[in-house]
């Protein structure tokens, strides 16, 4: 029996008739309209979306649109959207900083206030479902032609051994011909190291102690008082802190080298937070012994955190003092010294060692700590990977740890040129450490050269990638609407929908709890293809279903009653009426991304027993702790056309 067009497919295809006759009366105009239209209708039909997924935009009310830099899933199912002061000298100045917490389930937004400027942190996800937020902004960069006054790093000197000393932000500092510099921050400096030298005559005889006293240093950002050629200086000098007096005027002063008025680079501040997603709010800790801006915080096998990289406190590469923060204490300590730019990937592995892919964003010099490798935390030891193909090219590249994580394959992904290099490559490569040597070896190409590429790990196992730009920032109109599915079964890319909505810098992509993918932010460059408008930042938000929830409808397996923690043999039982379709089952930790940067995500493949009279099943985890690091994950489990079920959360501590 012939089925008839209904009203409205007969009246799409009239106006798309009517739309093509004027388009052959108006070319070129009508033409690209008609395409526009053409394409909508088609993207729209259940049999597309089936193959290919949709996109659609979150409504969100304006007043709690923002920059969103960073993105976070918590164990809630909400995200927690940080802008910070958003990449805006006038937020920042204003001292106007945001963070949105957005629930996708009932799609309600709720402010947050943000204590810092959290923007270009870093975060990881903490053994009880807190989210660790350290590093930020303590002054935006100045540019080359636009520095005034003379400006530079102060190593401030204190050599009582009796007490700390603490000199307040306007501090001034003069130097021996008379120049007078101000801080534009507080620092502290400890007090001094006393030590005691016990020595003996040569006849064995205990010689009278002598005391040895080593000056303690922190370090401030000063600026010259006036403009003037006067303050530039390339030669170390010693200066005094004006305003001391007596012992302190002695014991205290700066050593300067180099004071100019050179390009002054974003500087980092050292406090830190946890946002508690239950109470809703940032409560503070112990903050950083170093100012970080553009770190990466990574969470280790036994729930402490390495905090790696940044801008300090006067805008450098932190040379390679890393930290390490215990949630329990809430303080941090001293980690292994090892240099990385700044927001490095570095997955932890199994055994406890971290593979650093290379892939970073961009503040460092080309030459210096950009080959891959994995670390040794004990013996902080560094074995270098070869075999990666355009290896200068790993700036703005994503990295994830391909699913299932027992498999221990990581992927980089695209990349571009150290700076605002216009340099991008198509290229994916693929390590397996589990290997005694491992080497990277090429994947299947991306389409194009990409930089910012999003990377998620879906619950079949496949990874969606979305998004980035071919260019810098997105210059000359190049951001990339396209989307694909990659296999690491059968090593391919198949095609998705394409998003309507361009990412790139300042972008982010996450899985959500129902398995679709959220998408945030981007920052281009300029807002036109001649790059003669500036461009302004992406405040909308896409989110994507993928193919199998279109071809399910309401069919989706079903997770019912369950623990949120495993039990002493790391199990959980569930009740489900879908024990008999139910396939595989997978935990996976939530995405805390930034800049292309998500060290978090990571798939675990569980193992799955039915019932016998088939009303539950029961995972059983690993208990590998480097393998499933301690916190909050979503539970999926699929079919065998890889239906997912919504996601339980369950901790592994």
């Known amino acids: 029996m012939a089925h008839r067009p209904s009203k409205k497919f007969r009246r799409t295809l009239l106006g798309s008739a009517a739309v093509l006759v004027l388009a052959a009366l108006n070319a070129p105009a009508a033409v690209s309209f008609a395409e526009e239209r053409y394409h909508a209708y088609k993207i729209a039909q259940p049999g597309y979306q089936r193959r290919f997924g949709s996109w659609a935009e979150v409504e969100v009310p304006d007043r709690y649109r923002i920059n969103a830099i960073h993105a976070a899933l918590l164990h809630t199912g909400k995200v927690l959207l940080i802008?910070?002061?958003?990449?805006?000298?006038?937020?920042?100045?204003?001292?106007?900083?945001?963070?949105?917490?957005?629930?996708?389930?009932?799609?309600?937004?709720?402010?947050?206030?943000?204590?810092?400027?959290?923007?270009?942190?870093?975060?990881?996800?903490l053994p009880d479902g807190r989210l660790l937020v350290a590093g930020g902004t303590a002054r935006y960069e100045i540019l080359d032609g636009e520095v005034k006054k003379a400006g530079g790093g102060m190593r401030v000197k204190n050599e009582s051994p009796d007490k700390a000393v603490t000199l307040k932000k306007g501090t001034v500092f003069r130097s021996p011909s008379g120049v007078e510099y101000v801080s534009r921050f507080d620092v502290t400096v400890p007090k001094a190291e006393r030590a005691f030298e016990i020595s003996y005559s040569a006849g064995g005889q205990m010689q009278p102690w002598k005391t040895k006293?080593?000056?303690?240093?922190?370090?401030?950002?000063?600026e010259a008082r006036e403009e003037g050629p006067q303050a530039l200086t390339t030669e170390a000098a010693q200066y005094e802190v004006v305003g001391l007096e007596g012992d302190a005027a002695d014991d205290v002063y700066?050593?300067?080298?180099?004071?100019?008025?050179?390009?002054?680079?974003?500087q980092g501040i050292k406090g830190a937070y946890e946002f508690d997603p239950k109470a809703e709010r940032y409560i503070p800790v112990a903050p950083m012994k170093d100012a970080r801006w553009y770190p990466t915080l990574v969470t280790l096998q036994d729930g402490k955190v390495l905090a790696v990289s940044g801008l300090n406190d006067v805008g450098d590469v932190v040379p390679g003092d890393n930290e390490i923060y215990d949630p329990v204490t809430k303080k941090w300590s001293k980690g292994p010294f090892r240099y990385f730019p700044t927001y490095p990937s570095l997955f932890l592995t199994r055994g406890g060692k971290l593979l650093y892919t290379g892939s970073n964003a961009g503040y460092g010099p080309a030459e210096k700590g950009r080959e891959p490798g994995l670390w040794d935390l004990r013996k902080n030891s560094f074995t270098k990977l070869g075999g990666l193909t355009d290896p200068d090219q790993l700036e703005t590249s994503a990295s994830l740890i391909l699913p299932p994580a027992q498999n221990q394959k990581v992927m980089v992904l695209g990349g571009g040129g150290v700076g605002e290099s216009s340099r991008s490559t198509a290229r994916t490569s693929i390590i397996d450490v589990s290997q005694e040597s491992p080497v990277f070896t090429d994947g299947p190409a991306l389409p194009q050269g990409t930089r910012y590429l999003s990377g998620v790990l879906m619950p079949d196992d496949t990874v969606f990638t979305t998004g980035g730009s071919e260019n810098y920032r997105g210059r000359g109109g190049s951001d990339i609407l396209k989307a694909q599915f990659y296999d690491p079964r059968?090593?391919?890319?198949?095609?998705?929908?394409?998003?309507?909505?361009?990412?790139?810098?300042?972008?982010?992509?996450?899985?959500?709890?129902?398995?679709?993918?959220?998408?945030?932010?981007?920052?281009?460059?300029?807002?036109?293809?001649?790059?003669?408008?500036?461009?302004?930042?992406?405040?909308?938000?896409?989110?994507?279903?993928?193919?199998?929830?279109?071809?399910?409808?309401?069919?989706?397996p079903v997770l019912g009653e369950g623990p949120q923690e495993l039990d002493q043999n790391g199990r959980a039982t569930f009740r489900t009426k879908d024990a008999g379709r139910i396939v595989t089952a997978r935990l996976m930790r939530p995405s805390a991304v930034t800049h292309t940067t998500d060290v978090e995500q990571r798939s675990v493949e569980a193992g799955l027993t039915k019932s016998p009279d088939g009303t539950t099943v029961t995972v059983d985890v690993p208990d590998d702790r480097t393998l499933v690091p301690p916190g909050w994950y979503m539970l999926f489990v699929t079919d065998a056309t890889g239906v997912p079920s919504e996601a339980k959360w369950i901790q592994v501590d």
């Open 213 to 222: 006293v080593t000056a303690a240093e922190a370090r401030v950002f000063v």
């Open 254 to 266: 700066g050593l300067a080298q180099k004071l100019t008025t050179e390009k002054q680079d974003f």
């Open 83 to 125: 802008a910070g002061s958003g990449n805006s000298q006038k937020n920042f100045d204003a001292g106007t900083f945001e963070t949105i917490l957005w629930d996708p389930a009932a799609n309600t937004f709720k402010k947050i206030p943000t204590p810092v400027d959290f923007f270009c942190s870093g975060h990881t996800q």
């Open 490 to 556: 059968s090593n391919t890319f198949t095609e998705a929908a394409e998003p309507t909505v361009g990412r790139n810098y300042h972008s982010e992509a996450l899985l959500l709890p129902d398995g679709r993918v959220a998408t945030f932010g981007s920052d281009p460059l300029f807002d036109d293809k001649d790059d003669t408008r500036l461009g302004t930042f992406e405040q909308r938000i896409e989110v994507f279903t993928p193919p199998s929830l279109h071809r399910a409808g309401a069919d989706r």
